[in-house]
T-cell receptor, first 113, second 113 residues
Framework: EPEVTQTPSHQVTQMGQEVILRCVPI?????FYWYRQILGQKVEFLVS????????KSEIFDDQFSVERPDGSNFTLKIRSTKLEDSAMYFC???????????FGSGTRLTVV | RKEVEQDPGPFNVPEGATVAFNCTYS??????FFWYRQDCRKEPKLLMS???SGNEDGRFTAQLNRASQYISLLIRDSKLSDSATYLC??????????????FGKGTKLSVKP
C-alpha cells in the first residue's frame, strides 16, 4: 500500500532555530497538507497546497511558517524561528482529490527546548 | 459551540460489546464527513467516510443527520484491536476549504478481555 513518508521521526531543536520537516507524498497525489497535533489536543489544519501554491492556510500558519515543493517528490514545512509552543507532532498528508482519500504520514515529533 | 464536538469518553467496554460514538458539528457548509481512528502517538487513519444515507463496513456503521448536524459511529462485537481514539472529522466547506479537515478531540475506546 502506498505510503506518505516523513523525516525525521523526531527532531529536537533550540528555540529560535529554523527547522525543516520533510515529506514524500504518494506519487500520483496532487494535493498536499500539513497538520499538527499538540500533545493531548486535537489535530489542527495548517496548510493545503496544490499546483505549486498554497490553497488555504489556517491562523496558525503565520509568517514563521512556509511550505515548498522543491522537486517532484518532496514537500517541506519550514518553521523559521521556532518557539516553545511549536512543540507538537506534525503530520503531512496527501490526497488524489481535494478533501478525500487522505493518507497521513507517520509524523515528525518536534520538540523545541 | 465547538466546531466538532464529541463524547469526551473514555469508553471502557468488554469484548463483544456494542459501542456508539456521537459527534456534532457547527458548520452547516461542511460537505464531507469521516471517522478516523488514531492509535497512541500514531497518525490518524481513515476508518470510513459518512454519507447521508448511512453506510456500513463490516462491524462498523456510520450515520449522518445533516438537519441536526450530527454524526454517529456504531461498533458491533467490539474486539481488543478496536482500542484506539476515534476522531470525528468534517471538512470546512466549499471550494478550497474542502481540503481543510476539522478534527474533533476524539473519544478514547478501551476494549477489555
Amino acid at each position: 500500500e502506498p505510503e506518505v513518508t516523513q523525516t525525521p521521526s523526531h527532531q529536537v531543536t533550540q528555540m529560535g532555530q529554523e527547522v525543516i520537516l520533510r515529506c514524500v507524498p504518494i506519487s500520483n497525489h496532487l494535493y498536499f497538507y500539513w497538520y499538527r497535533q499538540i500533545l493531548g489536543q486535537k489535530v489542527e489544519f495548517l496548510v493545503s497546497f496544490y499546483n505549486n501554491e498554497i490553497s488555504e492556510k489556517s491562523e496558525i500558519f503565520d509568517d514563521q511558517f512556509s511550505v515548498e515543493r522543491p522537486d517532484g517528490s518532496n514537500f517541506t514545512l519550514k518553521i523559521r524561528s521556532t518557539k516553545l509552543e511549536d512543540s507538537a507532532m506534525y503530520f503531512c498528508a496527501s490526497s488524489a482529490s481535494l478533501g478525500y482519500g487522505y493518507t497521513f504520514g507517520s509524523g515528525t515529533r518536534l520538540t523545541v527546548v | 459551540r465547538k466546531e466538532v464536538e464529541q463524547d469526551p469518553g473514555p469508553f471502557n467496554v468488554p469484548e463483544g460489546a456494542t459501542v456508539a460514538f456521537n459527534c456534532t458539528y457547527s458548520n452547516s457548509a461542511s460537505q464531507s464527513f469521516f471517522w478516523y481512528r488514531q492509535d497512541c502517538r500514531k497518525e490518524p487513519k481513515l476508518l470510513m467516510s459518512v454519507y447521508s444515507s448511512g453506510n456500513e463496513d463490516g462491524r462498523f456503521t456510520a450515520q449522518l443527520n445533516r438537519a441536526s448536524q450530527y454524526i454517529s459511529l456504531l461498533i458491533r462485537d467490539s474486539k481488543l484491536s478496536d482500542s484506539a481514539t476515534y476522531l470525528c472529522v468534517v471538512n470546512k466547506g466549499y471550494g478550497g476549504s474542502q481540503g481543510n479537515l476539522i478534527f474533533g478531540k476524539g473519544t478514547k475506546l478501551s476494549v477489555k478481555p
